[in-house]
């Protein structure tokens, strides 16, 4: 019968991001039910608030043009995390999915917090053109990168979509950590030699090693967690996991890097290479 | 019961934008029954169409190879904006969004054209790139101004389709506003000296002004109008409100440039800095 | 009645691309069901995986920088590709839309696979950046087409999906094949003197006259097959004419600039503008 038939479009439809897009308020109030749950979004929010803030007022003793352009281009690194967050607790890019058979938790409504991994196309460009410019890296070369790096985050949200067939999340998966393992390239054998020319490679290697080490947790996180095997069948444990992720992988990476920046002011300066990044770095004051 | 269920669950679906891109059709037709809100768009239709055939027309007798570098990119300003009004115009990117409470028009349907923040995510990070190669700033100083730019674009986005809490509209516009502000400081601290460097300064002020102030004209419209405070209940000024900003900041600004580039080839060729954009400027003729 | 008012928007509902999204599960049977349809789309998941590993293999054997710096751009095409493919055939980005008044199949279902123009805008940059390498094209510039691209894949898109009125879809495609020219110009009168000054123009030549031949294609089979006039009535056909020309555009692009790029290594080496990129070629062995 067609209320039978109703019945039945409308359950599936309850299993796509869409819907539940839609239904942004239901969101709202499941997250504000799960105090824990709540706890990993809005401890990001507020330490995205204060980074941006604390890097703001960093920024104001710096005086080299170069220095400011990586204080500018990473101070944007907290403010896009702080809008990722923003989206997922106000329920806009987070929604229920019903798993499809062959998951753990198959036939189940699992929370996806997909808005992430279509915030991570614009914030993790910003952590490699930071790195790139550290590194005096080829801009074409971290075009490159960054091509790499949206087309990881983009399967990654597939991965996360795809409710039609369990086997397709799981190739998804691999999809997106192929694209990963040309960033990994990138960062592990091409860059540090050009930071070496650039005598930066002492900060370089730190970041890089915190970048790469947090970086390989993210899929590790997707596996584990309510979205992959649900080894850990808990959507409040899965997003502490990348919450935590968040803080060393975003805030501290911002904070070493804007540390040793403004502390290597004329460092910096000096090791230019005129060109490299396009005109010779000036004063604005 | 199942029967109320589903009529409270299409009730809640017919507030999200998601579901009205869907019934295409039915904005195509409340479009069509008021016509300062129709007027609204189409003039701007035609204004980026005739802009369009007016700078091709103007590109003709432009020789050198930076100079129609400048044209070939300030002619996709006019052409991304043609998209834009004919997405809102055809019912696909704009539709009935249900206001929360401590809205002014909460539990109302209020028109939101949506699309207008998705495509100025692809307009203005031109009118961005157009301003960067005429003051010859850094190139990864451009790219960075045009990540806050996209930033401030998405979290506008976000203020327009959050409706589960009048709050977060709210707070997603305080965050577009500080993306806003990083643009600002680009355009009105840094490219400057860069502007003088490249003899360019005068134009660049002239186009900065114009773009400064207009631009700053978007948050208050949206602050304004239906979206916002509602103080202008109205979806047709509301439209209106932003049609005429855009003539300013897109056609009037293109066509400012445009004619100054004309005029200006030869000294355009000479002031610029050898490697400033990466190759030597040639003649391709 | 409510009741045949729920029938009535679910039955609306139907002809959107977001309900469909949401049926992947409905979408996965039906390509299933459809050998030819499904074929396209396997033939293209295999070739690009099996691209993807020939290039790897092909990587090996590469010493220079910049020949390295080409094929990790140039290998990220079969890639992306992959994705595309895998979204399709998931259900994630392909579904049934209503055909408008005026349309050969005007109120028929018909299968759009619009994942195509959405994983067309990260493709075809890499396409058009990996050709500005080759021809050692000015950044700008590059930037600038690719803007044009991306315009292009996006109001393809919207041609692809509107279904409120007959007219706006051929109004979209026309404006999409406006921003085509625009990268056609690039192609065809810029970058030729700039792969000439870069001694590449030999296999500039070859690839132009392949990627311009065969973009042509894209429009064409769009035109012909069922969401265009439906001269070709059939999803299968459709799908094919451009499963076809990505083999071509794609995987055999690649395949021959990257043996180009493996068996020029010195020559390309030598004749790098130092600086046209940014950084000074050197190897990183």
Redesign the interface.
């Known amino acids: 019968m067609?209320?039978e038939a109703?019945?039945a479009?409308?359950a599936?439809?309850a299993?796509?991001p869409?819907?539940l897009?839609?239904?942004?308020?239901?969101?709202?109030d499941l997250i504000r039910g799960d105090t824990l749950l709540s706890a990993s979004l809005w401890a990001n929010i507020a330490l995205a608030g204060l980074s941006?803030l604390l890097f703001v007022s960093m920024a104001r003793g710096v005086r080299t043009?170069r220095a400011?352009?990586i204080f500018?281009?990473t101070?944007?690194i907290p403010?896009?995390s702080?809008?990722s967050y923003?989206?997922m607790?106000?329920?806009?890019t987070a929604g229920l999915l019903e798993m499809?058979a062959g998951h753990a938790l198959a036939g189940e409504q699992v929370f996806s917090q997909w808005g992430r991994y279509l915030t991570w196309t614009?914030s993790t460009?910003?952590i490699l053109?930071a790195l790139g410019?550290l590194a005096?890296?080829?801009?074409?070369?971290v075009?490159?990168?960054i091509?790499?790096d949206?087309?990881m985050c983009?399967?990654g949200l597939?991965a996360a979509?795809?409710?039609?067939?369990y086997a397709?999340r799981w190739?998804?998966y691999i999809?997106s950590c192929?694209?990963f393992v040309?960033v990994l390239?990138?960062l592990l054998?091409?860059w540090p030699?050009?930071a070496d020319?650039a005598g930066t490679s002492e900060i370089f290697s730190t970041l890089r090693a915190l970048t790469v080490v947090l970086w390989l947790g993210y899929p590790i996180v997707w596996a584990v967690g309510i979205e992959g095997f649900a080894i850990v069948d808990s959507a409040a444990l899965t997003s502490w996991g990348y919450s935590i992720l968040d803080i060393g992988a975003k805030y501290v990476f911002a904070y070493l890097l804007l540390s040793w920046v403004a502390g290597n002011e004329e460092r910096l300066q000096e090791t230019l290479?005129p060109?490299?990044?396009?005109?010779p770095s000036?004063s604005?004051d």
Chains 1, 2, 3 share one sequence.
């Open positions: 067609l209320f109703l019945g479009e409308l599936e439809l299993g796509s869409v819907v897009q839609t239904a942004q308020g239901e969101v709202l941006t043009s400011r352009l500018g281009a101070i944007l403010l896009v702080l809008s923003l989206g607790v106000s329920g806009l499809p614009l460009p910003l053109l410019l005096e890296a080829d801009p074409v070369d075009a490159a990168v091509a790499a949206i087309g983009v399967t597939a979509l795809v409710t039609s067939s397709f190739v998804f999809v192929t694209f040309v390239y990138a054998v091409k030699s050009a020319a290479t060109g490299a990044v396009g005109v000036q604005d």
